[in-house]
């Protein structure tokens, strides 16, 4: 795929957005479909992180699995309210920041979900 420099000319401008929207619908189609998955694991009385994770492991696995893909990382972020302070995130082998990546070329993200931890971040401040 070549990249075209946006111009301000209307038809060169809406050939502009369709390759645009080519590159973002089929990631948003994807997230769209997450979402139900996740939704539907949500619904049942027995879903908490050792369902969902996962789950989770298994949508993102299947991205990065796509070498066409420009999805570097993935995962869910739950609402405290949900699952408590919890992130099921996955580095792909793409992202900068796994650099020391096991041979999979997919690690999972550890993070700290204790509010107390001088290591905590509050996530649902960041942008």
Sequence with gaps: MTFEPL????????????WIAAVFDPVFARLEGWAAQVEDCASQPECGRT????????LVRTEFADADGMVIGAGFVSAPSFLGWHLAWWLGGQNPAGSALPATGIRH???????RDESFRDYTALE
Excluded at 8 to 18: P, R
Excluded at 51 to 58: A, K
Excluded at 109 to 115: I, K, M, S, Y
């Design 109 to 115: 993200l550890e993070t700290v979900e204790d509010p």
């Design 51 to 58: 369902t969902l994770d996962p789950l989770i492991e298994t």
């Design 7 to 18: 111009v301000h000319n209307e038809a060169h401008g809406f050939a502009s957005v369709s």
